[in-house]
């Protein structure tokens, strides 16, 4: 689907100017960050179903966005976050970080790749505390790992499904979970799910030990309050948080307090999938 932008005169610069500014978005300059080029040597080869869905921009934002709300539930996921993070100052800093090892283990250099979860791992065993009741909590725990895993890749691929394969067949789904396991695996992370079917049933079996409170209405608070650095402003901000909470299982929104955008979600819909087709034009463009 072509952009309306497209045909337009000055469309090439139009292209270049939305390309660099999704492009500062993801990369620190002030660190001398740059994007991550596709390697053939990389983690997942170029014919992977995670390098197609991990490379849209907006269905990975939307997607990464409901993944955070869901592991928030958790208590020790959460806990970890709360007291080993500075994401309440630096929100953007975090999503930033979490968007930039994505993109390392899926297309640079397979060494790359392997360094960046080496180092998240090391991290991991550093952090352990309490969580409000008493109860010891490691980040290095398979299950915690697994809970963090199972939102992403659920997320991620509901995202791509909805704002840029809605034909996606099953049997893709399912070798996107399959793909994935080996970062799953690498991180620590078990029980993995190798199919979509698998990942339905270990959701519903953490059901059990959600909670929401205080602290997870903070964070829930702060993701959707923040402020946009997508061209756009607060109406790009609201547009990809309206979708990331639609996005949601509803009884996650329930838990959260939140609710879908009801007769507008068609119009969210196809908003959120108009703005993806712009910038994936922009990308193939510029």
């Not at 740059?34 to 990975?60: E, K, N």
């Not at 049933?201 to 059901?207: D, L, V």
Request: charged share 20%; with cysteine.
């Amino acid at each position: 689907m072509p952009s309306a932008f497209s045909g337009f005169p000055g469309s090439q610069m139009i292209r270049q100017e939305i390309a660099s500014r999704i492009s500062a978005v993801f990369n620190d300059r002030s660190r001398g960050e740059r994007p991550i080029q596709p390697q053939t040597d990389a983690l997942f080869p170029p014919d992977s179903i995670v390098r197609q869905v991990h490379g849209d921009v907006v269905a990975m934002t939307v997607g990464g966005l409901s993944a955070l709300l869901l592991q928030m539930l958790h208590p020790a996921v959460l806990a970890g976050v709360w007291d080993h993070s500075n994401f309440r100052e630096d929100m953007h800093g975090r999503l930033r970080r979490t968007a930039r090892f994505i993109a390392v283990t899926t297309y640079a250099h397979r060494h790359d790749g392997l360094a960046a979860i080496a180092r998240v791992r090391a991290i991991h065993e550093r952090i352990d505390g309490m969580l409000p009741n008493g109860t010891a909590y490691f980040a290095s725990d398979p299950a915690l790992l697994a809970w963090v895993h199972l939102t992403e890749t659920s997320s991620f691929l509901q995202a791509w499904r909805r704002f840029a394969n809605p034909g996606m067949k099953q049997a893709e789904r399912d070798r996107y979970f399959a793909e994935m396991a080996r970062i799953g695996h690498m991180l620590g992370a078990d029980p993995v799910p190798m199919s979509e079917h698998e990942a339905r049933r270990q959701i519903n079996r953490t059901r059990g030990v959600l909670r929401n409170d205080e602290r997870s209405s903070e964070v829930c608070r702060l993701l959707l309050a923040q402020q946009s650095a997508f061209p756009g402003g607060s109406m790009t901000r609201e547009l990809l948080t309206r979708s990331a909470v639609d996005l949601l299982p509803f009884w996650a929104r329930r838990m959260h307090g939140l609710s879908s955008s009801g007769p507008a979600f068609p119009l969210i819909g196809a908003a959120t999938y108009g703005a993806a087709e712009t910038i994936r034009w922009a990308f193939r463009s510029s």
